[in-house]
């Protein structure tokens, strides 16, 4: 169902462009203002000009971050720090890196183009929610460049891998094209792919496919109104194919052993010491609580221990761990029955509901502690944490009040709850690691 096409991609120029690590950064979503700014600094080539440029207060619209991203990438191709390859291609991109824990993995997948579909045909799925200003923003970049800066991350489903194999046969024993270590000790080796048997089987395979979107959804929904905005225009021919029908994407095999996804931790704030008053005793309408008590012990021999419970967690079992601000234990909350999911009117599929982050949310966060879905996702309450030891650290602090803890979202559950017509619920996966933006650009 998906249809993917080589592309003639465009790259920094290495005769030119000597560190590739300068001019390189991660996705524009996760940069923060400090790291924006060190970016800007650390080379006038940097991606960030194009993809995350500065605001300034006397902007205007015919002078402002989008109309300057378009006058840099028009300057550095003329000049040829950027330069287009030869011939279609599609990318073998390889990312090596460890996890907080310290095993190191490897995670292989190929970067080609892939047809725009409206989600309502099934072909490309969405797994969660858009915000119209991300939306706006990349749409305007859209329409000043012309062009897709950084990777779409999707995912299909093979269980034999063949797609992998038939190109890692291809490049065989080659030196990668690009190697570059980013700021992070991740590395990232990129191969160009120009046999044609090898393209045409990537095409055949992945005609077969549903391709699920894990990471760059405004991006996605940006690019498919842009093309839409076109033919409104009469700038391009209904049915044929045009280079803006096509998106550039990373294509992720589920069965991949390298791909991760870690959990998104829950913080809460501003509760009403009336919610606080005997919660656990509510929360036993529907959790079996063991607490891991640090009142004579250390504080991170207790934490580790609830860690280490959660990790074991079977299919079937929903854990979740719960630190209370001024406790001196952690409380590991398992689900008694997936019956409980069953009970009142709801129009979720079960395989969303049975997700420990909506358990959470409508369990905990709605029916017990009486917080409103509206509020949620205003986060009125509510705030976001990755690493477990800034939730710790956010809580001591005491602005925070409670700290839920979850288990990373298995890839199966992400496909079972978007194979249902389902979205998930926000801030559940967090893919990693992150694609470096620059390696690989796609101009229409």
């Not at 169902?1 to 390189?24: C, H, Q, T, W």
């Not at 919660?279 to 309408?285: G, P, Y």
């Not at 719960?322 to 079960?350: C, T, V, W």
Request: include cysteine.
């Amino acid at each position: 169902m998906a249809d993917i096409l080589p592309f003639r991609g465009i790259r920094y120029n290495p005769e030119k462009i000597k560190d590739l690590s300068r001019v390189v950064t991660p996705p524009y979503d996760i940069i923060s203002p400090d790291e924006q700014e060190r970016f800007h600094n650390r080379d006038e080539y940097n991606i960030i000009r194009l993809d995350l440029g500065k605001e300034f207060t006397d902007d205007t619209g015919h002078n402002n971050r989008y109309t300057r991203a378009a006058d840099y990438l028009s300057k550095w191709l003329s000049s040829k720090v950027l330069i287009q390859v030869d011939s279609p291609c599609i990318y073998f991109y390889e990312l090596i890196y460890a996890l907080p824990g310290g095993s190191q993995k490897t995670m292989k997948g190929f970067i080609a183009l892939c047809k725009l579909e409206d989600f309502k045909s099934g072909k490309v799925v969405p797994h969660e929610y858009t915000l119209s200003k991300p939306k706006s923003d990349r749409l305007n970049l859209l329409r000043a460049c012309n062009a897709n800066l950084s990777l779409i991350f999707s995912l299909y489903s093979s269980a034999q891998g063949t797609i992998n194999d038939s190109i890692q046969r291809s490049i065989g024993n080659s030196a990668p094209g690009i190697d570059v270590l980013d700021d992070h000790n991740i590395r990232h080796r990129v191969w160009t792919v120009v046999d044609p048997e090898t393209i045409d089987l990537v095409k055949r395979e992945m005609k077969n496919q549903t391709v699920y979107i894990a990471d760059g959804h405004h991006r996605y929904e940006a690019s498919l109104n842009y093309s839409n905005e076109l033919r409104k225009k009469g700038g391009l021919m209904s049915g044929n194919k045009n280079p803006s029908d096509y998106i550039m994407m990373y294509f992720a095999n589920m069965a991949e052993p390298g791909l991760t996804v870690l959990p998104t931790h829950r913080l809460l704030f501003n509760l009403p010491a009336s919610k606080l008053e005997g919660l656990t005793e509510r929360l036993d309408s529907h959790f079996l609580l063991k607490p891991f008590d640090f009142s004579r012990s250390g504080e991170s021999g207790a934490r580790q221990q609830l860690l280490d419970a959660m990790k074991k967690a079977s299919p079937q079992e929903h854990l979740i761990g719960m630190y209370l601000k001024g406790d001196n234990r952690y409380i590991l909350l398992s689900l008694k029955d997936e019956g409980l999911l069953q009970k009142g009117p709801s129009a979720r599929p079960f395989a969303w509901r049975r997700l420990d982050v909506a358990i959470l949310q409508s369990l905990i966060l709605e029916e017990i502690l009486g917080l409103s879905e509206e509020s949620l996702k205003k986060q009125e309450n509510l705030s976001y944490v990755k690493d477990i030891e800034e939730v710790l650290q956010k809580v001591h602090s005491g602005k925070y009040q409670i700290a839920f803890l979850l288990n990373p979202t298995k890839i199966e559950e992400i496909k079972d709850v978007t194979s249902a017509g389902e979205r998930m619920p926000q801030k559940s996966t967090y893919f990693y690691p992150k694609f470096l933006t620059g390696l690989v650009m796609y101009k229409f």
